[in-house]
Nanobody, 127 residues
Framework: QVQLVESGGGLVQSGGSLRLSCEGS????????MGWFRQAPGKERQFVAA???????????DSVKGRFTISTISRDNAKATVYLQMNSLKAEDTAVYYC????WGAGTDDVGKYDYWGQGTQVTVSS
């Protein structure tokens, strides 16, 4: 079992930046591929970015490519944190952002492949 807790959301003006964090606990975390998704009111959950367990491979949705960066830091064998650095934020980036863990894959944009999810953190971008 893996527990994920997101933080770092908030209100920011258009063009601003935020860094989201997702801290994991429970089973060995370092072997998990991690992803970030977002969901705006009335819309489906949407892929944002993913990173392989090694950190060597990253994937981005076209809508955020060049503006967002995903990275990880491993703190010990049982705990790690995934970050999502969001720059040049736009009003359309407003959503609840979720991190997720994929225990079998290497990072994917498929929401159905993820096994564990955090509770989400709200990001609001004012225009």
């Amino acid at each position: 079992q893996v527990q994920l807790v997101e933080s770092g959301g908030g209100l920011v003006q258009s063009g601003g930046s935020l860094r989201l964090s997702c801290e994991g606990s429970g089973r060995t975390f370092v072997n998990l591929a991690m992803g970030w998704f977002r969901q705006a009111p009335g819309k489906e959950r949407q892929f944002v970015a993913a990173i392989s367990w090694s950190g060597h491979n990253t994937y981005y949705a076209d809508s955020v490519k060049g503006r967002f960066t995903i990275s990880t830091i491993s703190r010990d064998n049982a705990k790690a944190t995934v970050y999502l650095q969001m720059n040049s934020l736009k009003a359309e980036d407003t959503a609840v952002y979720y991190c997720a863990a994929d225990q079998w894959g290497a990072g994917t944009d498929d929401v159905g492949k993820y096994d564990y999810w955090g509770q989400g953190t709200q990001v609001t971008v004012s225009s």
